[in-house]
């Protein structure tokens, strides 16, 4: 089977005569055409990083696409735009980038399983009771504190509120939150910075009160901060919640965290 043939306006251009296994031309004076393995060369050349070919950019814009393809005699010539547009027909995009974190723990699977299985109702193949309680808890920092410079006005009859567009900054704070993912209630403090004593206190906030202070077990979701980092923040949890049991994320996994939500 003879592969499809375009022209830069993306139409199918030439047809097979089957008698003769030929391509046949037809009647489009004044356009290049492309066949369909060149195109898929040039798509294949985009979703490289350009280190790969030994050129000295962080990442390819049209232009240097082209001049590369040019460069490599995939095809003799061609314009910016077909090369976009080709791009563009199956969302290839090697100008734009983002950050991203990659899972690294090597018991990711495991710790990541705890924490869904705990999203679920289940605990080590068990089925939580109605005693048992599930905290996702994180801090927010660098909050900016802004003091309005007049009261805030309450919306009226065919009037909005309406907030003083002045105001004086009140530093960078921390916010802390928990949530009780089975329950939809959420628990919050500010505070002036994060650090291990502020996290104890978000924690004494909500185990102090019913229902978490009698559970039967409360398991509180966190990720790898400094604040409740490790075996030492199990450790002081327990020493002062006995029915209080820390499950650590995978690192580098936030995202597996219910508050994120909220915080979003």
Same mark, same amino acid.
Request: hydrophobic share 40%; aromatic share 12%.
């Given at each position: 089977?003879?592969?499809?043939?375009?022209?830069?306006?993306?139409?199918?251009?030439?047809?097979?005569?089957?008698?003769?296994?030929?391509?046949?031309?037809?009647?489009?004076?004044?356009?290049?055409?492309?066949?369909?393995?060149?195109?898929?060369?040039? +798509?294949?050349?985009?979703? $490289?990083?350009?280190? *790969?070919?030994?050129?000295?950019? !962080?990442?390819?814009?049209? =232009?240097? &696409?082209?001049?590369?393809?040019?460069?490599?005699?995939?095809?003799?010539?061609?314009?910016?735009?077909?090369?976009?547009?080709?791009?563009?027909?199956?969302?290839?995009?090697?100008?734009?980038?983002?950050?991203?974190?990659?899972?690294?723990?090597?018991?990711?699977?495991?710790?990541?399983?705890?924490?869904?299985?705990?999203?679920? +109702?289940?605990?080590?193949? $068990?089925?939580?009771? *109605?005693?048992?309680?599930?905290? !996702?808890?994180?801090?927010? =920092?660098? &909050?900016?504190?802004?003091?309005?410079?007049?009261?805030?006005?309450?919306?009226?009859?065919?009037?909005?509120?309406?907030?003083?567009?002045?105001?004086?900054?009140?530093?960078?704070?921390?916010?802390?939150?928990?949530?009780?993912?089975?329950?939809?209630?959420?628990?919050?403090?500010?505070?002036?910075?994060?650090?291990?004593?502020?996290?104890?206190?978000?924690?004494?906030?909500?185990?102090?009160?019913?229902?978490?202070?009698?559970?039967?077990?409360?398991?509180? &979701?966190?990720?790898?901060?400094?604040?409740?980092?490790?075996?030492?923040?199990?450790?002081?949890?327990?020493?002062?919640?006995?029915?209080?049991?820390?499950?650590?994320?995978?690192?580098?996994?936030?995202?597996?965290?219910?508050?994120?939500?909220?915080?979003?």
């Amino acid at each position: 089977m003879f592969p499809e043939k375009q022209s830069v306006s993306g139409v199918n251009v030439f047809s097979i005569n089957e008698n003769k296994g030929l391509w046949i031309k037809q009647e489009t004076a004044g356009h290049s055409f492309f066949p369909s393995e060149e195109i898929a060369q040039i +798509k294949a050349l985009a979703c $490289q990083l350009p280190a *790969e070919r030994g050129i000295p950019l !962080s990442r390819f814009s049209i =232009t240097e &696409i082209v001049r590369e393809v040019i460069s490599e005699a995939i095809v003799p010539s061609v314009s910016d735009s077909s090369v976009w547009r080709w791009l563009h027909e199956d969302a290839i995009r090697p100008w734009f980038h983002r950050s991203w974190i990659y899972p690294r723990d090597p018991k990711f699977i495991e710790k990541a399983g705890n924490v869904l299985d705990l999203y679920v +109702k289940q605990w080590e193949g $068990q089925s939580l009771g *109605e005693n048992d309680y599930v905290i !996702s808890a994180d801090e927010k =920092t660098s &909050i900016q504190a802004r003091i309005r410079k007049h009261l805030t006005s309450p919306p009226s009859l065919g009037e909005p509120m309406r907030v003083e567009h002045e105001y004086i900054r009140g530093g960078a704070w921390a916010y802390l939150a928990a949530w009780d993912v089975h329950r939809a209630r959420i628990f919050g403090r500010c505070e002036a910075k994060t650090g291990i004593k502020p996290f104890n206190q978000l924690v004494k906030q909500v185990m102090s009160q019913p229902p978490y202070k009698t559970a039967n077990r409360v398991f509180w &979701i966190i990720d790898n901060g400094s604040s409740h980092r490790g075996k030492p923040f199990v450790a002081r949890l327990q020493e002062k919640w006995p029915n209080a049991i820390a499950v650590h994320l995978p690192t580098h996994a936030s995202w597996l965290n219910q508050i994120e939500i909220y915080f979003s």
